[in-house]
Structure formats: structure tokens, C-alpha cells
């Protein structure tokens, strides 16, 4: 999360305190829920969280190879809560040989950061297994006392792919990580010794590739579980479950230099399990069934296009289509203009249509948020002035957003109500090609809720 935050403009990363907090990551003005961040092609999330954000506290660099952000909205590629934006994290693979890799670190609050991870491959197969343990005596999220929260963090990332033949590969990816945090008691007056959160989550991914000389097709399953036991101040202790299951299908066929097409088809089963009374769970789990496709063409020399749709059905809220439509216009001389437009939707999560048996005030299924999503940039390089320059303007709507009542406790889609961000996204890059980098960035978002301010 510091990498993100210090490297990419239009994207804000919060935390509830200190290490190990609540820490979410906020593209183009919108709340985190708004955004998907994928790992290894699973999809990171918790269903028996509030409203399925991710939290992205537990990461560690060392095991990444590389990340990858969309802007704006990728519904109709990612499908739900790709609005904002979509994030995709690669673990690093084997490579050629056999390698070992260690490092220590050591910081102020009693911080210790450990991290070894062995790598190979040949001409059949490559693997990768990195450990992390991080440990620090923390700090206090509060103002009026001076007492430590103290994060521990053990994490296992993994991967082993195997060539069965020139065209066929199997590939396995595997992240465990068991967490433990004490945190602050928000209510003066109450014990702030108790609070603490004991978290363990796991998520598997299997792929199979098929590849010949015009198409690859992907077949995927991947698996996540995550369970958080919380102690309150009175010592109560409620463990909070999350389950998810993904089926996947990725095709993809080049007619050409010039014309390509995406297509696929997901189905999601995810389901919580959360205490109502002591010693009593229950049970909720719904399903999003999905179909999309995205064809990418040059029309001429110097035009490339995309477009793109996609169908969702999911088992309470019903259907939902997105589109896309992307173009670029190359005016050599390093330079373009590009735009995109595209909508996108949110659909409830457990906690808002049904895990706690909440529906919305009229005695129906709550409805998916819509949303629309435009930009437009230019990018240039002067190559004179060994300087780049890139300016981005974004304009973000979102119809029928679900607010929840303290009062009733009801949540309901708000009708007439509109959420919106829009702001400019400017940067530059100077270097003289030797020993010396300067970039500046900057970055304006103004954002309106509809429910708060109407």
C-alpha cells in the first residue's frame, strides 16, 4: 500500500491507525468498495465483511512481481464493483535455475520484518514459495492514551506450473495468512485492554491453458476461506466466517494483427456464516452467474478500439448488463488522445440483501447500484526534453446507492439519489538518461453524495 500510494495518482490508500488496521484503497474519489483488487486471478474479498471490500493490510511486496491498475469502470470485463477501478497483483515465478532470497528489516515500534523465499524452474516446470513473519508492537489509533496495538503477521504465497506439452500447462497458486491485531475501544469509559482480532484466510487458484497458434483458452477454480474471531471489550468473542467459490472460463481468438476477441463466462458462489446469539450461526450464500465478451480492432492506421458487454445474474437482485467502448488515436510524434466510457454496477453484498435478514423498506430485494464511468487523455513524450506528460479528466455517477439505517436497521437502494466523482489525474516524468529522475503529480477529485447532501 505505501508503494500504491506514492506511485500512482488518483488513488487514495487510508488506514484505521496503525500497522495492521483496517487499511483500504480508494480509486477516483469512490469508498473501496467501489474497486477490485485481484491476486493471481482470485478475487479478493471476505463475504461476511460489511460490504465485501478488500483490506489490504496484510500484503507484503516481496512476494510480487508486478501490478497492474485499470481506471474507471471495467464492469464489463471484471464485472461487480469495477467501478473506480481494477487492480491486478502477480506473485513472482521460478526462474531459470534454483534461487534462494532472504531479507531482515527492522524499524521503530519494535518492528521486525523477515522474509525467505526459495525459486526454480526449467523447461517443464517452475515454482516459488515466499514466507513473510512481521511483527511490531504498534501504536495507538487514539489521542487519550498512550497504549500499544500490537500486529502480527505470518503469510505463505506460492505457485507451481508444469508444462504437460507445447500446448497445454497446468498452473497452481496458493496464499495463507494468519494475522493477529489488538485495536483500540472507540467509547471513552470502556475497557481498551480486550479488543483483538485473530484472522486466518486462505485462497487457492488451479488453471488449465490450453494455447495454439490463433486462441488460448483458461480454465480456472479457485477457493477462499477466511474466518476472524473477535474479542470485544466484555471479553465476548464472536467468530465472523466467509466462504467463496469461482468457476471460470477465459477465451481468446486473434483473427489478425489488427482484430482480437475476449469472451468468457464466470459462475460465483459465495456464502457467511456469522453469529446471532451466543453459540448460535447462521448461514447465507447467494451466486452471480456471468457472460462477457470484449473485441479489440484497429479500424485504421492509426485508431485502435475496443467494445465490450457483459451479463450478470445474481440470485437475489436478478440481471445486470455493462458495456464498454474505448478508443485511441495515435498523432505520432510520441502523442495520443484516448477516452473511454463504459457503465458498471455494485450488487449488494450478504450483509445488505439478506445475511442478517435485512431487506429493504418496502419488503423487497435490494437492487444493484448503477453506475456510468467517462475519460479522456492525452499522452505525450517530448523526446527533446527527455520529459512525458500525461493528463487524465474522469466523470464518475452512481444511481441507486444502498444506504443502511441505524435505526430501522433496513438497507434500501436510495431512488432519485446519485453519488458522483469527477476530477483531473496530471503527470510528468523528466529524466536526463544517466543518474537523475523527477516527476511530479497531481491530482483534483471532487465527490458528491446524494444521500448525505439532498
Known sequence: ??????????MNIFSLGGR????????????????TIYIDGIKMYDPSTPDNSFYAEGLFKDSIERIEILKGSQSSLYGNSAVGGTINIFTKKGKLGKHQNGAVRAGGDNSKDFFYSIDGANTKQNYFVGFNYYKTDGISAMNND?????????SLTANYGYKISENYTIENYITLKDTYLKYDEPTDGRDDTKNSSDNFEAHYNLKFINTN???KNTFSFNKSASSRMVTKYTSKQQTYEGFKNMLTYLGEYNF???NKIIFGADIEFFKAKYPTDPGIYKTHDEEIHSQYFDYQFRPYENIYATIGGRNDTHTLSGNEQSYRVTGAYDLGNNSKIRSSYGTGFLFPALYESGEYGWTNTRGENINA??????DIGYETFFDSLDLGFNITYFDILVEDPIMGSNITSFQDNVPGAENKSKGIELSTNWTDN???????NYTLTKTYSGMDCD
Do not use: A, W
Request: net charge neutral; no cysteine.
Open 213 to 215: 497458434n490463433k486462441s
Open 20 to 35: 495492521g488496521t483496517n487499511t483500504g484503497i480508494q480509486m477516483r474519489g469512490l469508498p473501496k468498495r467501489y474497486s
Open 369 to 374: 447500484e448503477k453506475t456510468t464511468s467517462f
Open 1 to 10: 500500500t505505501d508503494l500504491l500510494n506514492n506511485e500512482v495518482q488518483g
Open 256 to 258: 489478425n494483427l489488427d
Open 434 to 440: 544517466n543518474r537523475l529522475n523527477i516527476g511530479f
Open 146 to 154: 498512550n497504549e500499544k496495538d500490537p500486529y502480527e503477521n505470518n
